[in-house]
Each structure stands twice: as C-alpha cells, then as structure tokens.
C-alpha cells in the first residue's frame, strides 16, 4: 500500500533532549512537508522541502531542523532550542508537478516533553 | 496575520440535519480551496477542493461553496452521520506556490 509513516506514534523526552522524528512516503511525491498542531490551532508549517538536498523554512522553523537525503525520508529533530516542543506533528507529501497542491498526511506523531 | 479564518471553533449538529462549516480568506490571490477531515490522533485526510473558477462543487454528501466577492467558502454536509464527527480544515493556496494555508479548524459534533 502506498503511503506516509510517521514513527513513533507517541514520543517522550526529557527537556533539553534532541529528537527526530520520522517520516517516510512510497508515493513518489517529490514535496514533503512538517507541520505541527497545537490545541485549538490550525496546522502551522515548520520545513518543507521540493528537491532531495533542498528545503525550505515555514512559518515556525526555530528550533527545528530538517534532511532531505532520499526522496522518500524527510525526518525532522526538534532540538533543544524549541521553546515549547511538545505537540502533535504532522508530516505531509505531494507531486510537485500537480497545478494544485493537495498534500497527503501521515498519522502523526504526539511528542511530550517532560 | 491570519489569512484563512474558521471563527467558529465547534459546531453541533443533530443527526439527519445539515451542517454548514464556514472559512474566511484574505488573500485574493487564493485560487484553489481544499477542506480536511481530521479524527482525534490521526492525520488530516482530503475531503474536497475547489477551484476559483468555480462557485460550487458537489461530491456525495459534501458541497462547497465559494463566494469570492464575499472572499468566504462554505462546506455543506447533508445528510449528518456520526462517523462525520472530526475536525474540518479549510485551506487555500496560490497556483504554482509550494504553501497551504490552513485555518484554526472546526469540531463538528454530530448528535445522536
């Protein structure tokens, strides 16, 4: 089947920790995307990347950092230096050569910082 | 600066009935619309989409309405099923451009 995973579904750390999160597609999208969804708020884009060794910031890049190595991985770290890191995070894909962007999500991943 | 806008944060609806989530834009420059369904602990998953140079566009239960004098779209759902409860997202993009924009999301509870 095709599709995007997102591992682990539920993630702890401890404050000051580094953490990646993972997210693979097999859809052969060329775009891949992190967002992360706080209560009560819309999806609010952190990287997104086009190309393979190529990506973007979004709206919300501090204290995040992101790799495009293979078309098909675009894991994300949140470090240390994201002020307030726990939230669910989505990862998303879509064909870049499509006119309009309609992204497809994984399950997301629910990170807590302790 | 908020560009799309669902200002009702929940919405409850009786079984059978109609339910109407609605989403403000800003930005003229939007010509492509999508809505998305997200169910608690899992990812948003595609609904429906319209473009610009349309004012309606219908899919079983759904319809969306655009009203860009208005600058304001709608989703219609009738009739109303349980399994309709989730969260719906309204969100635009500019043809070309790499970047939805999402709003704050709706919680429609369907009521027995």
Same mark, same amino acid.
């Given at each position: 089947d095709g599709g995007i995973t997102q591992s682990p579904k539920y993630l $702890?750390?401890? @404050?000051g920790q580094n953490v990646t999160l993972?997210? @693979?597609?097999?859809?052969?999208?060329?775009?891949?995307?992190?967002?992360?969804?706080? &209560?009560?708020?819309?999806?609010r884009l952190i990287y997104y990347s086009q190309i393979v060794n190529d990506f973007q910031k979004g709206d919300i890049a501090e204290?995040?950092?992101?790799?495009? @190595?293979k078309k098909e991985s675009f894991p994300l770290t949140v470090t240390s230096a994201q002020?307030? &890191?726990?939230? $669910?995070?989505?990862?998303?894909?879509?064909?870049?050569?499509s006119s309009y962007n309609e992204q497809f999500f994984g399950p997301g991943t629910r990170l807590t910082v302790l | 600066d908020q560009q799309v806008k669902q200002n009702s944060p929940s919405l409850s609806v009786q079984e059978g009935r109609i339910s109407i989530l609605n989403c403000d834009y800003?930005?003229?420059?939007?010509? *492509?619309f999508l809505w998305y369904k997200k169910y608690p602990a899992e990812g948003p998953t595609f609904l429906i989409s319209i473009s610009s140079i349309k004012d309606?566009?219908?899919?079983?239960?759904?319809?969306?309405?655009?009203?860009k004098s208005a600058k304001h779209l709608s989703l219609h759902i009738v009739p109303s099923q349980?399994?309709?409860?989730?969260? *719906?997202?309204?969100?635009? /993009? /500019?043809?070309?451009?790499?970047?939805?924009v999402f709003g704050q999301g709706t919680r429609l509870t369907i009521n027995p």
């Open positions: $702890f750390r401890k @404050e993972s997210c @693979e597609q097999n859809l052969n999208h060329d775009a891949m995307y992190w967002y992360r969804q706080d &209560p009560g708020q819309g999806l204290g995040y950092s992101v790799s495009r @190595e002020k307030n &890191p726990t939230a $669910f995070y989505l990862c998303a894909s879509s064909m870049l050569a | 800003t930005n003229s420059m939007f010509d *492509y309606k566009n219908e899919d079983g239960r759904f319809t969306v309405f655009l009203n349980p399994g309709d409860s989730a969260v *719906y997202f309204c969100a635009a /993009i /500019i043809q070309g451009a790499q970047k939805l």
